[in-house]
């Protein structure tokens, strides 16, 4: 009797671990791929993962829903899945949750090499670094070779690696300057607990300047502040851009295919957000404020966002294609940026498979037969901004 | 007693009881409009800049602050928080903060109240079989404490994970019910122990009592060691809705599921730069949350009072 019940709880719990570590097993299922016959089923349900909540940065994936080009381009459903910073876009595509992510290409490297994932950039949608170091006028901090022995404020996850390849080039390393970890609020510049803080020209500089400066009652101007770009430096890395799953690509004629289509859909997306910001970025800001509930800040701070977007995005360059020198750039600045902790972001160059620009070009081929011109630059619009961005 | 008096008692009796009633509430007020008083008291007499010691002259950030600081960003005055809260959530047409804030709370005490049921659950049967079987009791216990060393933040990203696995694999498993679970893991702890502290609680006479009455395990838990357990249960049950809420809004945040309270509270201090007052808004709206939370258990205690002989505090 004993030993028999004894042995029914070793039965038991050995079928409860079996039936665990089947589950873990059992991964996303590729039912779908018809081999490369360059016969199958067009894909006509896809997903889009963010890298952060939905807000005017992403407004051309927003336009492209709001205005049906997903549907002109043959999907019936899209979904864009927004991150509360829980969410890395990266994880979420090579465990198969999405179909496709947007992320910044050195968080994707730095993930390629220590995991060993196979990643594809499709299109670079933001040309050029959005990322600024913002101090007080009259503290002296107008180049990243200013930075020695001062403060310097960065957010970490991933969104520090410019800073530490911009000082490797002028030669500073973390013994020299103090990088400290701030919070997504202003209040560490606004109180001195660092001399120069991150920021992103499309939100956190807008923060800033949409806060009353105590001394006056007036809100901060750009005159208040100097601002270090790392566009202008040697730490400029390409951000924004939108990642497939490379064997995917390879293997799924459906799936290449689908990305084809999603590219000239995000592409018509972003060109009507860049010759109407101002309709863009109410259209994010309603979707953010109520079917999100992502409370973002206000209508202005939006249009602010859609504003400088635009500026990253419509360089004059053609929308999307990867630029060879500013990867190779990117690449560069990975491999010689050390944090604070003596860590390097990667230590070898990525695969050639890591972008590709046969899917833009091919998507921009099809939308120039079809009247578009994807190659202008933004004309950007004056934006006032207002206490709080209300 | 005649019957005249033992109205008269109990009408006594009732007054009593309803101007204690009153007493506390006011009692209540006080205490809220005290930590207000306070508050502004020491925004109008401290310094701005809060003071530091040991700070090092033009190094940025050294010294340890000693007193906050005062100006608006980092205190924004009581009646700057009330305004706010009648204000758009975020400008524009949204609703006024304290109708998004109402909402995300009502959406994290669902989550809370889920997880404090399984935390009821886990916890009874993990007390009831430690009571039963004192080699389990040994056995189990001290995983059960150690349980809650566990940092609650290393934990919840698992559990997300292993949610997300299922909900991968073709079971549905909702991000709530991730946010729940975890919930659950902060509330059961409280009632395993409570359960079993209240099992063991009856007298050993009434046990023997029990026993030359041939009483079996079923009827001695049924009418002896559950009545008798009431007294530790109440409070276990009122701590576990606290700590029900606690993990729902700290799981909330470190999974980022968004709609409650916690996400909320991350979003709009995020903001706070130039906008201040909105973070307090969700803030009030948690406090408010631990209250209702703890004083629905409460009500469950009103249905008890029977049983509620010899308990410690209420």
Request: charged share 15%; aromatic share 8%; net charge negative.
């Amino acid at each position: 009797m004993r030993l028999s019940k004894r042995r029914g709880l070793g039965l038991a719990s050995a079928a409860a671990v079996t039936a665990l570590a089947l589950a873990a097993c059992t991964g996303p299922s590729d039912s779908d791929s018809n081999g490369a016959d360059g016969d199958f089923t067009p894909l006509t349900s896809i997903k889009l993962q963010l890298q952060w909540l939905p807000q005017a940065q992403f407004g051309g994936y927003f336009v492209a829903l709001e205005k049906g080009y997903f549907e002109e381009e043959g999907f019936d459903s899209v979904e864009i899945v927004p991150s509360g910073g829980d969410i890395v876009p990266q994880d979420a595509l090579v465990a198969g949750d999405v179909d496709f992510a947007v992320a910044w290409v050195p968080k994707v490297l730095g993930s390629i090499e220590a995991t060993g994932v196979e990643l594809t950039n499709i299109a670079q949608v933001f040309q050029s670094s959005g990322t600024l170091q913002v101090s007080w006028k009259g503290d002296g901090i107008t180049s990243v070779a200013d930075f020695e022995g001062k403060r310097i404020g960065s957010w970490g996850f991933g969104n520090e690696w410019e800073i530490f390849a911009a000082m490797a080039a002028e030669g500073l390393d973390s013994t020299t300057v103090s990088i400290t970890t701030q919070d997504f609020s202003m209040n560490a510049l606004l109180d001195g607990d660092v001399d120069a803080a991150q920021a992103m020209t499309y939100n956190e500089l807008a923060q800033v300047l949409e806060t009353v400066d105590p001394a006056t009652g007036e809100l901060y101007t750009l005159d208040d502040l100097d601002i270090v770009a790392y566009e202008d430096t040697e730490g400029a890395m390409l951000q924004d851009a939108l990642w497939a799953d490379t064997q995917r690509l390879e293997t799924d004629p459906a799936y290449a295919d689908a990305a084809v289509r999603f590219l000239k859909a995000v592409a018509k997306g972003w060109l009507y957000a860049r010759d109407n910001p101002e309709e863009a970025a109410e259209i994010v800001y309603d979707i953010a404020s109520n079917a999100e509930a992502a409370f973002p800040v206000g209508p202005v701070h939006q249009l602010w966002m859609m504003n400088e977007t635009n500026k990253l995005v419509w360089t004059g360059a053609e929308f999307g294609v990867i630029d060879e020198a500013a990867w190779k750039k990117t690449v560069a600045g990975a491999l010689s940026a050390v944090n604070q902790d003596g860590l390097n972001l990667i230590t070898e160059e990525p695969p050639a498979s890591a972008y590709s620009n046969e899917y833009i070009k091919k998507a921009l081929a099809e939308l120039a037969e079809e009247g578009f011109d994807l190659s202008g630059a933004y004309t950007p619009i004056d934006v006032v901004l207002t206490e709080g961005g209300q | 007693m005649t019957e005249y008096a033992q109205t008269a008692s109990l009408v006594v009796a009732r007054r009593r009881a309803s101007g204690r009633g009153w007493a506390a509430a006011a009692w209540g007020a006080l205490g809220v409009l005290a930590v207000a008083v306070v508050w502004e008291l020491y925004k109008f007499l401290g310094p701005a800049e809060g003071v530091t010691i040991g700070q090092v002259e033009g190094q940025t950030g050294s010294g340890v602050m000693i007193l906050p600081r005062t100006h608006d960003r980092a205190m924004p005055h009581i009646w700057s928080m009330i305004i706010r809260l009648g204000e758009p959530t975020s400008g524009g047409s949204t609703p006024p903060l304290f109708v998004t804030v109402a909402q995300a709370a009502l959406v994290t005490l669902g989550m809370a109240a889920v997880g404090w049921l399984i935390g009821v659950a886990v916890g009874a049967l993990l007390g009831l079989v430690m009571q039963r079987w004192k080699l389990l009791e040994w056995g189990l216990l001290p995983w059960v404490v150690v349980s809650q060393i566990v940092p609650l933040i290393a934990f919840a990203p698992v559990v997300n994970a292993i949610g997300n696995q299922i909900d991968r694999s073709g079971t549905p498993w909702p991000q709530w019910l991730s946010v729940a679970v975890i919930a659950s893991y902060l509330a059961f702890f409280p009632i395993a122990v409570g359960v079993l502290r209240g099992l063991e609680a009856p007298d050993r006479i009434h046990v023997d009592l029990m026993r030359s009455y041939a009483a079996g395990y079923w009827a001695t838990l049924l009418r002896l060691r559950l009545p008798a357990s009431v007294p530790h249960l109440l409070p276990a049950l009122r701590l576990a809705a606290a700590n029900a809420v606690l993990g729902a809004v700290v799981a909330e945040v470190s999974i980022g599921m968004r709609g409650g309270i916690g996400r909320m509270l991350i979003q709009l201090a995020g903001q706070a730069s130039s906008d201040p007052a909105a973070p307090w808004g969700p803030m009030f709206g948690s406090i408010a949350l631990g209250l209702i939370a703890a004083g629905s258990v409460a009500l469950i205690g009103l249905g008890l009072k029977n049983y509620r002989r010899g308990e410690a505090n209420t």
